[in-house]
């Protein structure tokens, strides 16, 4: 793979263009918080984005809440855990709210099937895959 990361004035850009807080682009990219968003746009030595990560803040900008819930499903299917501190559960609730009573309805069906789907595992085995 070829890659080249975004320069710091490409995020700061990306940030502009979104109107979000540094705290909001440090979620999106899977940073601890917004002190660590700003070591990728400025100071002397700034980082440069892994792909990994510019991989994961772009997929959550440029794919559908379903499509997303697809991939977080094959994740847990291989065996981690995901929340993305409830993510998953907000583009539910958005997608139940604009369905109406029915979509609340099929969103609990849906989450019925993927605990269905999902063997139990103890807390042990849980925390081997962390």
Not at 60 to 71: H, I, K, N, Y
Request: net charge positive.
């Amino acid at each position: 793979m070829r890659y080249r990361p975004p320069q710091p004035h490409d995020l700061r850009r990306l940030k502009q263009d979104l109107s979000r807080t540094g705290k909001s682009m440090a979620t999106l990219f899977g940073l601890a918080d917004d002190h660590q968003w700003r070591k990728y746009t400025g100071g002397s030595h700034p980082r440069e984005m892994a792909p990994q990560m510019l991989f994961f803040g772009a997929a959550q900008l440029a794919l559908s809440p379903d499509e997303l819930e697809r991939v977080f499903a094959r994740m847990r299917a291989i065996g981690a855990e995901v929340d993305l501190l409830g993510a998953t559960r907000g583009y539910a609730r958005r997608r139940d709210e604009s369905r109406g009573a029915e979509g609340e309805a099929a969103g609990e069906a849906e989450e019925e099937a993927q605990r269905e789907v999902e063997p139990p595992r103890s807390r042990a085995a849980r925390c081997n895959h962390r």
